[in-house]
């Protein structure tokens, strides 16, 4: 009998790529997602690749009768993967209480939902946006966490705390917060990948958008950090070595019998790669000269995030597999089969 997870957020660029593993894993998948930031679209290239069609309920989470509706639908879920967020640095730092209502609230009454229903396994997708400007390199699940300088990653570290919290409270539940780096890239089957709206806020987007002739140049925001060459450093991962994290995760829940109660993980590859590394990368994989501008410094970036993920590794049986330049050249086609899509569509 397949087991049945709820996944929110499940038409977004994480949620997708972790419920094609799951369904390949052999799991049954339920979608909670308000598409206020991803696409209804994302269901049918789901089944294109799986052959499934997860059952999807459109829900504002933050609507506590709906989302305990749809679980009492679905009694039999064993656990929930929670995705759905709100998630633009940018735009939380305009509008805090727009991301502390929705993260917060929606967390919440997810929670709340799962355990009147009695499900007891959680996996949050967390941010290594927790560890703000980390004093030690490579970070380590026992690093210090401080406060992010935006309202999105302190939702993040606040709900982690309320996880903590309900963990203590209810010995029963097993919580795993899943601390990501940075995801890119897309599935090899070209049908899902990022779809940011608007202005991409990310790198690797921006990059490919420039490259697709969609963005007149990249800025780079600053070079005066004190990295190699003067631009910050981050820890790219594949967003698909991200979904299998998911899975091996919920295996941890599901059939590893101790009682673990409230775990962390960092997801990242333990490379550190410059942005003029990620530049000149694309340039060898795309054979494509981008157009880009060094400007000054954006507020909040910090000069080095990347991962010792080897806790991961040794709980999880986890490690990421693809090099960074296999990440570009999966985003780098992604862009290029959406733009040719959207074209032919416009004609
Ligand atoms: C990476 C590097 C920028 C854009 C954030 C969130 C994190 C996670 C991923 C959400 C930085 C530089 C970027 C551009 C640039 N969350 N850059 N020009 O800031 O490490 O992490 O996104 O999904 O929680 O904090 O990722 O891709 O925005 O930036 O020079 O147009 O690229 O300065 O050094 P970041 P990013």
Known sequence: MKKKILVTGGCGYIGSHTIVELIQGNFDVVIIDDLSNSNINTIDNIKKITGVQPIFYQCDLK??????????????????????????????????LLYYQNNLISLINILTAQL???????IFSSSATV?????????????ETQRPFSPYGNTKKMAEEILEDLSKSHKK?????LRYFNPIGAHQSGLIGELPNGIPNNLMPYITQTAVGLRDKLSVYGNDYPTTDGTPIRDYIHVVDLAKAHVKALKRQLEDKQDKNFEIFNLGTGNGYSVLEVI????????????????????????KLYANAKLAELKLGWKAECNLKEMIDSAWKWEQKIRTENKSNAL
């Open 280 to 303: 000149k990368t694309f340039e060898e994989v795309s054979k494509k000269k981008l157009n880009y501008e060094i400007i000054q410094r954006r507020d909040g970036d910090v000069p």
């Open 173 to 177: 539940t097993n919580i795993i917060s």
């Open 131 to 143: 560890y703000g400007s980390p004093k030690k390199l490579p970070i380590t699940e026992k690093n």
């Open 116 to 122: 009147e229903n009695g499900n007891t396994n959680f």
């Open 63 to 96: 609507d506590s009768n709906h989302v305990k509706k749809v679980l009492k639908e679905n009694k039999d879920i064993e656990a929930t993967i929670h995705f759905a967020s709100y998630k633009a640095v940018g735009e939380s730092v305009e509008k805090p």
